[in-house]
Nanobody, 127 residues
C-alpha cells in the first residue's frame, strides 16, 4: 500500500523557517517525482514545489517552484530514507495553509495532477 506521511507543520512567527518532511512507503521512491502543494483557508489546493531524480548521482535532481515561493522555499529528497523535504524560509502570514505531499512517476504530471497524496500538515504563520 502506497502511503505518504507529512510531518513538521506547526505555528511560527513571520520571518521564521520551518522544514516539512514527507515519508513515502510502498513505492520505489527514486523512481517517483515528489511534490508539495498547499491549500490556504477558503481556497483551492495549489502547487508549491516538485523534484525528480534524473540520474544516478545524488545531485542529479531537477526541481520546479511556484513563483510565490521560489526565492524562499527549497525542496530536497533523500532517496535512501524515502523522504522529501520542504525547507521554508522567511515565512509570511500568507503561507498559512495545509501542506500536502504528493507523488507521481512523471515530473510533468506531479505539479499538475499527482496520483498519490498525503493527508497534509498544517502550517500557520502569525504576523
Amino acid at each position: 500500500q502506497v502511503q505518504l506521511a507529512e510531518s513538521g507543520g506547526g505555528l511560527v512567527q513571520a520571518g521564521a523557517s520551518l522544514i516539512l518532511s514527507c515519508a513515502a512507503s510502498g513505492l520505489t521512491f527514486s523512481g517517483y517525482a515528489m511534490g508539495w502543494f498547499r491549500q490556504p483557508p477558503g481556497t483551492e489546493r495549489a502547487f508549491v514545489a516538485a523534484n525528480s531524480q534524473i540520474g544516478d548521482r545524488t545531485s542529479d535532481v531537477i526541481a520546479k517552484y511556484a513563483d510565490s515561493v521560489k526565492d524562499r522555499f527549497n525542496i530536497s529528497r533523500d532517496n535512501a530514507k524515502n523522504k522529501v523535504y520542504l525547507q521554508m524560509n522567511s515565512l509570511k502570514p500568507e503561507d498559512k495553509a495545509i501542506y500536502y505531499c504528493a507523488a507521481d512517476p512523471s515530473f510533468a504530471v506531479v505539479a499538475r495532477a499527482p496520483g498519490i497524496w498525503g493527508q497534509g500538515t498544517q502550517v500557520t504563520v502569525s504576523s
